[in-house]
């Protein structure tokens, strides 16, 4: 069964810096674009960034310029450094496949919080 495991998260004052990370297990991870989605209170699942097989990133207009994704195929592992954080990237940080027909069950996510 694919497992997905989300850490990095934390409190960080406004403009400071967190570096998430994914690990995927049981799966062929070099074979999908993968995706770090977000959650705020009372709030839809966003899509935040996505990484193709062939490193071509993509963002949403809110943290364009602020997050960069990155992934390491042989660790199957996604990055998201996160700078700039401002109170609202405030949300639980998921990740998981960006096509929406091969997503495998959510992880537990990892809470980032930005406050002074």
């Known amino acids: 069964q694919v497992q997905i495991v989300e850490s990095g998260g934390g409190l960080v004052q406004p403009g400071g810096s967190l570096r998430l990370s994914c690990t995927v297990s049981?799966?062929?991870?070099?074979?999908?674009?993968m995706a770090w989605y977000r959650q705020a209170p009372g709030k839809e699942r966003e899509l935040v960034a996505s990484?193709?097989?062939?490193?071509?990133?993509n963002y949403a207009d809110s943290v364009k310029g602020r997050f960069t994704i990155s992934r390491d195929n042989a660790k199957s592992t996604v990055y998201l450094q996160l700078n700039s954080l401002k109170p609202e990237d405030t949300a639980v940080y998921y990740c998981?496949?960006?096509?929406?027909?091969?997503?495998?069950?959510w992880g537990q996510g990892t809470q980032v919080t930005v406050s002074s």
């Open positions: 998981n496949t960006l096509d929406k027909a091969s997503w495998r069950e």
């Open positions: 049981r799966f062929s991870f070099s074979s999908y674009a």
């Open positions: 990484i193709n097989t062939l490193l071509v990133a």
